[in-house]
């Protein structure tokens, strides 16, 4: 089945709807407002939207400086539509914006039992001499 690819923002509703079907807004840190997580959406540096006719079925986001540093964030499939290589599809798009924009350090946050999903996309768990930190305030 062919879908639609566009960089462009979905709306509060779409996106909303999304992060609440995919169980992301689940999984995160803090006590933030759907529309506080639209609005990070909305700042990020680039974003990719996949669309069954008008339904937004995959969203993923990166934030960047646009030269040398970028962090995936928010990689988010319908259920219904997982399985078919959409969340595969966003990665790509996005590893491509980076391509494309000379960025070579690629970083990604993922959800709790996703790393295999991300290690076939050929990114590789941080160096246990050199892992990453967080600070959750």
């Not at 540096?45 to 996949?50: A, D, K, L, M, T």
């Not at 914006?97 to 970083?107: A, F, L, R, T, V």
């Amino acid at each position: 089945m062919s879908y639609l690819k566009t960089d462009k923002l979905p709306t509060f509703e779409q996106f909303a709807h999304l992060h609440e079907t995919s169980g992301l807004i689940k999984s995160k840190k803090g006590n933030y407002s759907r529309e506080q997580l639209f609005q990070a959406a909305n700042n990020s540096w680039y974003h990719i939207s996949i669309y069954d006719h008008t339904k937004l079925i995959a969203f993923g986001r990166m934030i960047s400086d646009g030269v040398y540093q970028a962090l995936i964030c928010d990689v988010m499939v319908d259920p219904t539509y997982q399985k078919q290589g959409l969340g595969k599809q966003v990665i790509e798009e996005l590893v491509m914006k980076c391509k494309e924009s000379g960025i070579q350090s690629i970083q990604l946050f993922s959800a709790k039992g996703k790393q295999q999903f991300y290690k076939k996309l050929g990114f590789e768990e941080r160096e246990q001499d050199a892992p990453g930190m967080s600070l959750v305030l």
